[in-house]
């Protein structure tokens, strides 16, 4: 199928290779206009937090590995752009669910030092009134695949991460299956002040481990 005919589809697809040749804070810049103008957002996670949820040193250190170019350049620019873009937060008027796996919370992509930060730190942001973080436990039994990261802002359109790209979804049909199964994940997940104490006792883990 041709790009023409996806977009004919309701489907839009662009490639990492793209937005690593004009630099990743350029996507960070669409993110928040997308976030902008969304009221309520579900992020599913199943291997990685979401950039919103970052603390610098996790960010700095997930990004570094990945950006061609001019590392200390290209990662000071996207990790900058990514903090300021969780000041919308702090919006009342708009509301974030976060879920994610036991996986993508213990998946060490970072110093054991950074990891604790940032598992505390979600912990905080699950405090917010406007925000919920739920994290399905490896020991439940899952109802189904996490197969993809996904955010459906709304209920106009969805966004699929793929190792090559992003993939953007505005049939209704492809936002009802995305919202089905968040609410499928969302069922079996820890939530509230049970998915604080999970994330408050991995990073009491990780600041073990670096002791």
Known sequence: MSFSAWRGANVDYASWRAYARVGLHHKQ?????????????RHFLPAIPTGLLHVREYAIETLSPTLAGDPSRDVARAVQARMDRQAILDDRSRSFWFLMTEQAVRWQRAS??????????????NGKPNVEIGIVPQGVRAPGTPMNIFVVYDER????????????????????QHLNLFNLFWSNALTGD????????V???????RN
């Open 157 to 176: 359109l969805v966004t699929v991460e793929l190792f090559s790209g992003e993939v953007v979804l505005r049939d209704p049909r492809d936002i009802d």
């Open 29 to 41: 810049a669409e993110l928040k206009a997308l976030e902008s103008s969304s009221h309520m957002m």
């Open 112 to 125: 054991t030092g950074a990891m604790a930060a940032q598992c505390t730190h979600m912990a905080e942001v």
């Open 203 to 209: 990073a009491n883990g990780f600041m073990r481990q």
């Open 194 to 201: 049970d998915a604080s104490a999970f994330l408050d006792e």
